[in-house]
């Protein structure tokens, strides 16, 4: 069964106090709902463990924003697959575009790390997405083709059942642009469409395809509204626990 969600993505915002205080806002925010999507927020590494114990009786679960690509050893500063799970985090944010630009992250790189963050049992949430100039040249398919046969579709289906996509136009991240619901729509379809070529209908159907780029509490519901856009990964509005929670109601 496909799952609807929200997962917020903080990036390097929040101090461990001012992190623990959004959980907890937002926690008490949605301790007498009932979410129609499942909730997660992707934190730093610094918050993971303490904002995991706070949210361990909420709805709410818990993503990394990166692993590492080595199991583990003399890799000064990284933090491995195995120590997010240990935080109690469930999901870990792969391949996000701020970290394939600023961070060099490759094909490669990534791929290790999708088949560490599953060897651990973390789900991933595998970010893809074109820049400006590649929507300029009508490319995106191909990118985004590139992007899932570069680091994901060498998965066995059983593991690929594992992985949330997140489809994030790099020109709309941060930027106060939002693809339209009908350009976001065309492709989250036609990403949806790759899926079922390399690994079945049932499993494309299943599959947890989020949009991420400026999404709000404005944009959301009509983004949400189209058939193979199951939720939204939200960088800024993710920093608010109101703004986040009127995404989640846009469901
Ligand atoms: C993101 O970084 O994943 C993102 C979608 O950011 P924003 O919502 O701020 O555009």
Redesign the pocket.
């Known amino acids: 069964m496909r799952k609807n969600i929200v997962a917020g ?1 903080w ?1 390097m915002n929040k101090t461990l106090q001012e992190g623990v205080a959004l959980a907890t806002e937002l926690k008490e925010k949605l301790s007498n709902a009932t979410p129609n999507c499942e909730v997660i927020i992707g934190t730093p590494f610094i918050h993971l463990a303490t904002v995991s114990e706070l949210l361990k009786d909420s709805v709410i679960k818990v993503a990394a924003e990166n692993c590492a690509d080595k199991e583990s050893g003399a890799y000064t500063g990284e933090v491995s697959a195995a120590m997010v799970k240990s935080t109690g985090a469930q999901y870990c ?1 792969l391949g ?3 970290r394939r630009a600023y961070y060099h992250e490759t094909f490669d790189i990534l791929r290790e790390k999708v088949k560490l963050a599953l060897a651990h049992d973390l789900k991933p949430i595998f ?1 893809i997405g074109e820049v400006k100039e590649e929507r300029e040249a009508n490319k995106q398919n191909e990118v985004v083709k590139a992007q899932l046969e570069g680091s994901v579709f060498n998965l066995s289906a059983e593991e690929f059942s594992n992985i949330v996509l ?1 489809y ?1 136009p790099v020109w ?4 106060g642009l939002t693809a339209t619901p009908e350009q976001a729509q065309e492709i989250h379809a036609y990403i949806r469409g790759l899926v079922a070529e390399k690994y079945g209908k049932q499993i494309a159907e299943d599959c947890t395809i989020l949009y ?5 509490a404005k944009n959301a519901a009509g983004l949400f509204a189209n058939p193979d856009i199951d939720g ?7 920093l608010k626990a109101d703004d986040f929670k009127a995404i989640i109601d846009a469901f």
């Open positions: 993505n990036k944010i996000h575009s701020e970010c997140g994030e709309a991240i941060g930027t991420g780029g400026s999404c709000n939204g990964l939200i960088g800024g509005a993710s």
